[in-house]
């Protein structure tokens, strides 16, 4: 069975989106160590915020494009992926909303090309138990989901990833009030 996810992005890029999900995950203080220093080239995300694959797609894809195009928010292409995941403009805000954290299952991220892909041996040194990526609906916490995007008031769960994309990519043009839809 196959462990990870992989998703070819903007072709600009010439990027590949790479996702491996792990849960019991022992060195998560290490993880995020390596991630800040720069020793790992990935992101460490909390599941628990993530609805669909298809979410992390489109954050991954805008990252890579605005580091392609040189007009990134953040320092990394990895902090750009937990920021465009995030409604708020604010930087700390969204890395510490987004990252993992000791208490919840995590995606490790990564952007591979053709000629660079270290995440086979960044993976190897995760203290934790690999899951299929396919898996991640059961980490998935949809009130806490609701929550972070502002879709309290909806009754009905089909719209939510919809909704939460739209808003993530509107999210440098609008501002989003806790207003009911």
């Not at 992101?43 to 392609?68: C, E, G």
């Not at 890395?95 to 960044?122: K, Y």
Request: proline share 2%; with cysteine; aromatic share 8%.
């Amino acid at each position: 069975m196959k462990q990870f996810y992989s998703c070819a992005l903007d072709p600009i890029t010439q990027s590949t989106l790479k996702l491996y999900l792990f849960r019991n995950v022992d060195n998560v203080d290490v993880i995020k160590e390596n991630i800040r220093t720069g020793a790992w080239k990935c992101a460490a995300i909390k599941s628990s915020l993530i609805l669909d694959l298809f979410q992390l797609v489109v954050a991954a894809n805008r990252a890579a494009v605005a580091q392609t195009l040189g007009n990134m928010v953040t320092r990394s292409v990895y902090g750009e992926i937990l920021y465009n995941l995030s409604l708020t403009r604010n930087i700390s805000q969204s890395l510490a909303l987004f990252g993992a954290d000791g208490n919840s299952p995590l995606l490790l991220c990564f952007l591979t090309t053709a000629m660079t892909d270290h995440s086979e041996d960044i993976v190897k040194q995760v203290k934790g138990d690999a899951c299929p990526v396919s898996n991640l609906p059961e980490f998935s916490d949809i009130k806490l989901i609701k929550d972070v995007y502002k879709l309290k008031n909806f009754e009905c769960d089909v719209d939510i990833l919809d909704n939460i994309i739209s808003r993530m990519v509107t999210k440098n043009f609008v501002s989003i009030a806790d207003v009911s839809m």
